[in-house]
């Protein structure tokens, strides 16, 4: 147990849906990261944040938002979902220190759109 | 740009060693790290590199050589349990410290 919690684990959806996926890091973690992980493939860094503040973008679709709350959990929002949303999504947390910077990977949400 | 190549696939036998490479292009590298993914789980953190050199971890190491922007995960005494996805990614300074994976190798343990 890595001590970073997602919910939900599984979710269903239709095209065109929006979806909220909920991110709490490990206790004293002030960085959160997204990851798009699609079937058989690599991780895809979506978005990074640290203490509230976005610090880093990647390849994120504009359908595709986050924030990152005062009691530091995060939230990733996908709207107008297409089939090709399906995936793992991954939040990450990390005390993005100057020797501290691994990342512990929570378990995972699994959007299934149909 | 940004990128990292790794072998897609690597094949071994229980109790051998084996070694995974990784190449990295950033546009201001700030550190090499290696994960484990077992199938439908989570990635775990094996090891870290900011300087060049070997790290050390029980059965794993990881070296680094920022001159050659090349670094590799050694697995001595192979275990079934080893199979899994290895992937290595790299924290770049370039648009903010993004931190960007490779596509993963996937190591098989033979018995």
């Known amino acids: 147990d890595s001590g970073v919690t997602q919910t939900p684990k599984h979710l269903i959806t239709a095209t065109g849906q929006r979806v909220t996926l909920r991110c709490s890091p490990r206790?004293?973690?002030?960085?959160v990261y997204w990851y798009q992980q699609s079937l058989d493939q690599g991780l895809q860094f979506l978005i990074h944040y640290y203490n509230g503040e976005e610090r880093a973008k990647g390849n994120i679709l504009e359908r595709f938002s986050a924030q990152q709350f005062p009691d530091l959990h995060s939230e990733l929002n996908l709207s107008s979902l297409e089939l090709g949303d399906s995936a793992l999504y991954f939040c990450a947390s990390s005390q993005d220190t100057l020797s501290r910077k691994t990342q512990y990977f929570g378990p995972g949400t699994r959007l299934l759109v149909l | 740009g940004q990128s990292l190549e790794q072998p897609s696939e690597v094949t071994a036998v229980e109790g051998a060693i084996v070694q995974i490479n990784c190449t990295y292009q950033?546009?201001?590298?700030?550190?090499l790290s290696w994960y484990q993914q077992h199938d439908g789980g989570a990635p775990t953190f094996l090891s870290y590199?900011?300087?060049?050199g070997l790290e050390e971890t029980g059965r794993f190491s990881s070296f680094l050589s920022r001159s050659d922007s090349y670094g590799y995960l050694l697995l001595q005494e192979l275990q079934m349990k080893d199979s899994a996805s290895y992937f290595c990614a790299v924290r770049d300074r370039g648009g903010g410290f993004k931190t960007i994976f490779g596509a993963g190798t996937r190591l098989f343990v033979k018995a």
């Open positions: 950033t546009s201001g590298f700030y550190g």
């Open positions: 590199n900011a300087l060049d």
């Open positions: 206790s004293g973690d002030l960085s």
